[in-house]
């Protein structure tokens, strides 16, 4: 079968010498797509120019991604493969740069507009300015094929993480999200969008389930 993955972190600009993204490494996805690949499976990856995850590929189509926008277009550019499962683990900045203010004696804000922000203007303020739902695109883009997203949630409890998950599932249109993070607990769940959830303790057992996927 033909699977792509994405993973590891998007960045977004700042300015033009600084970024903001997270700690993702793409490990998930990286050793997702080997064990897939080892599965005789053909696999193509796409994996952030700054993930710190370098191991060795088995058999892999890379492709390097750097913003949510490029990121954007090597889906596109891998429209035409017609891949028929995406595992879409890419860690997505949900937040890009935007205006850059100083605030007066006064409280009055005054926008600072420099290719490197100085810290001669002392403390500022910076909008953030939401980037687009990549997930929500791609069952569109990659039309009949099954598309897995993640839901990485911090905050909450386990329940919590799992209606998050099951609101990403309604909105996108996918065929099954991928639950984890602190809030969620040890592991991993799988749901489909007609409530079943799949309780997974590890990332060996979230691999086997999700080649399972790929039928």
């Keep these: ?12 600009p700042l300015d033009r010498v600084r970024r903001l993204t997270n700690f993702s490494t793409g490990s998930l996805g990286g050793e997702l797509a080997n064990f897939l690949a080892g599965q005789g499976h053909d696999v ?26 490029s ?18 683990a ?13 605030r007066g ?7 600072v507009t420099a290719g490197k922000l100085s810290t001669r203007e002392g403390s500022l303020l910076i909008e953030l ?8 695109e791609l069952p569109r883009l990659f039309v009949g094929a099954k598309v897995v997203g993640w839901k990485f949630e911090v905050d909450g ?30 592991g991993f769940g799988i749901l489909r969008p007609d409530g079943q959830l799949t309780r997974l303790p590890d990332r060996s057992s979230l691999f086997e389930e999700l080649a399972g996927l790929c039928r």
Aim: with cysteine; glycine share 8%.
């Design 105 to 111: 004696t006064d409280g009055a804000l005054t926008t």
């Design 157 to 186: 409890t386990a329940d919590d993480a799992v209606a998050a998950g099951q609101r990403q599932l309604r909105e996108s249109g996918t065929f099954a999200c991928v639950v984890n993070g602190p809030a969620y607990g040890p």
């Design 90 to 102: 890419a860690a997505v900045s949900d937040f890009t740069g935007g205006s850059a203010h100083a």
């Design 44 to 69: 193509a990856l796409l994996l952030g120019e700054t993930a710190t995850w370098r191991a060795s590929l088995a058999a892999v189509s890379v492709r390097h991604f750097s913003t949510t926008a």
């Design 129 to 136: 300015r939401p980037t687009p739902k990549l997930l929500t």
């Design 71 to 88: 990121l954007q277009q090597r889906f596109a550019e891998l429209a035409g493969w017609q891949p028929e499962i995406v595992f879409h």
């Design 1 to 12: 079968m033909r699977c792509l993955i994405s993973a590891g972190p998007t960045w977004e």
